[in-house]
């Protein structure tokens, strides 16, 4: 079955940067475009960025120039480097799956969730 397993959250100062990873299993990677979503306490999960099988990347106008998404298709991991952070960055960041090559914001399984918190 599909597993995605995200790693690297943790505690920033403004300004500063983490990486994000996403491991995946159970499904021919290289087949599906992927994404990464956010909630923050008492907000609707929001889109942050996506990427197609072979790299296009998609970003929210929010995180566009400060994030950056990329995948290693042979070690079936995404990250989202994250730089610049704010505390209005703060949430519980998901690693999503795509239905099919290209990204089209409808993604069809979620990891558990790896948090990020931007405080000084």
């Known amino acids: 079955q599909v597993q995605l397993v995200e790693s690297g959250g943790g505690l920033a100062q403004p300004g500063g940067s983490l990486r994000l990873s996403c491991l995946a299993s159970g499904f021919t990677f290289t087949a599906y475009a992927m994404g990464w979503f956010r909630q923050a306490p008492g907000k609707e999960r929001e889109f942050v960025a996506g990427?197609?099988?072979?790299?296009?990347?998609f970003y929210s106008d929010s995180v566009k120039g400060r994030f950056t998404i990329s995948r290693a298709n042979a070690k079936n991991t995404m990250y989202l480097q994250m730089n610049s952070l704010k505390p209005e960055d703060t949430a519980l960041y998901y690693c999503?799956?795509?239905?099919?090559?290209?990204?089209?914001?409808?993604?069809?399984?979620w990891g558990q969730g790896t948090q990020v918190t931007v405080s000084s």
């Open positions: 999503a799956k795509g239905r099919q090559l290209t990204w089209n914001n409808d993604p069809d399984s």
């Open positions: 990427i197609n099988w072979i790299g296009s990347q």
